[in-house]
């Protein structure tokens, strides 16, 4: 024993030595307050979002468009950290709900691999603000939107100097999608189908019978009264009554058959923070919605594609594991006996219906994997820095 040391100083922490540095960053924190304002409006959370997603980059190109599509205007959002990427054309569903409000939380990283573009059909969103309901109405035919797709994917071509794009469509915009690969195939670099609608009849079935197995299994009083009293749905060579139809949304909605785990969609929350939206058009972004479908839901849910067994472009087909809007399985069975130049299939584990809106990032990994080798064993991509 040392008798003479004195008492022993204790050590020092060793974040202690750098308090002072720290003190030094924190205090121009501490100038701003000790907690960050709240938006005190939708502007101000808008240009908050706004300004995150500022597209900066030398090539980089963030417009909004009114392009005349068939003889009207139509809304194209345009967005991508290097023009030189490979277009990718979003074909949203409904009919006549647009993808475009939820993009600044769902297509956010695919701007760094392509440049992606969210439309906005004739009958939906900002399109069907800007023009004449009565007017359009003549033309809300499935053809029509098909033509509507191939003037939208001529344009794009010629304004980023594309001798091809890719083509995603969700939902009822995988009909529109996939009848445009069969017409134009020589423009995709591959068709990517989410949601992929096929034997839409049968899609019908298996998502009524699962309504109702889940609500007898939740003992859900209501619900099995509701689904009973629309049996039987979606009888072969019969057409589907539109409040049937309805009736069986609302519960296989409820029991995640739209979004895995949730009772219900979140596009309108995100639309109501989309930058692309003012705020006229944020209230009545969906207004599309009940239009659209007056016109087209009775044939849609009538569509049979399943007879669709060749492709002359590569595919990719992405299945939500718990989509019950769109059976993901139906969709599966089909993408098994298609024929294709490739083709891959991606399950969603954790998604629905509203897989950009689930899982954007495993969307981001698979497009980015699955899809954008395909553009540059052509050389159309970006040049490596």
Known sequence: MRCNEGPRRPRAAPWALLAPACLALAAPLSALGAEPAAPASRAEA????????????PHGVEREAMVRIGGIDQALSIRGADRRNPVLLLVHGGPGFPTSGIAWWGTRGLEEYFTVVHWDQRGAGRTHLANDPDAVAPTMTPERFVDDAEEVVAWLREEFDKDKVFVLGT?????????????????????????????????????????LEAARKAGHRQAIADLESIAPYAQSGGTIPLADIALERK??????GVMAYRTGQIDGIAVRLSPDYSDEQARRAYEGNGYSQDFLFSGIVAMDMSDVQRLECPLIVLGGRHDRTVNSYVAHEWFEAVQAPSKHFEWFEHSAHEIIAEEPGKLLLTLVTHARPIAERSGDVAPAR
């Open 46 to 57: 808008v240009e908050v979002i706004r300004e995150l997603r500022k597209i900066v980059t």
């Open 171 to 211: 939902s009822w915009g995988g009909y529109v999608g996939l009848q445009f690969a069969l017409r134009r195939p020589e423009w995709l670099h591959a068709y990517i189908g989410m949601g992929q609608p096929v034997d839409i009849p049968e899609s019908e079935r298996r998502g009524y019978a699962y309504a």
């Open 251 to 256: 519960w296989s909605d409820h029991f995640g």
